[in-house]
């Protein structure tokens, strides 16, 4: 039975993506992937995001949804879940681009 992995990382998006870019260097990710495995949880998010043109550069925090605390969570990770649990499948949380990340929640 599949677990369902939170995964954070830091990627690069390339031109040819369909992500809608703002010129920054790097993006924040939070994804949630239901797989066996950590390896292959990131295996199917590597994959996934290779797809569309986005490089993972760093993953920087990988847990069960069931293991972490996602009380203080601001990227609605509970939909996302909800979301991959129904269709089995990775699921974003959120994907927003290190400027707009440092404006937003600089002061958080």
């Not at 290779?50 to 009380?71: L, P, Q, R, V």
């Not at 990770?77 to 991959?84: G, H, Q, V």
């Not at 089995?88 to 959120?94: E, H, Q």
Request: net charge negative; charged share 30%; with cysteine.
């Amino acid at each position: 039975m599949d677990k369902f992995w939170v995964i954070d990382t830091i990627c690069t998006v390339l031109p040819t993506s369909s992500v809608e870019q703002d010129g920054s260097d790097f993006y924040y990710n939070r994804a949630v992937v239901p797989a066996t495995s950590k390896e292959e949880a990131i295996d199917h998010l590597t994959s996934n995001f290779n797809e569309d043109g986005i490089s993972i550069k760093d993953i920087t925090n990988i847990a069960t949804y069931e293991e972490g605390d996602w009380s203080n969570d601001i990227y609605n990770l509970d939909r996302a879940f909800e979301r991959a649990k129904q269709g089995n499948r990775v699921c974003t949380a959120t994907f927003i681009s290190s400027d707009v990340y440092d404006f937003k929640y600089r002061d958080l």
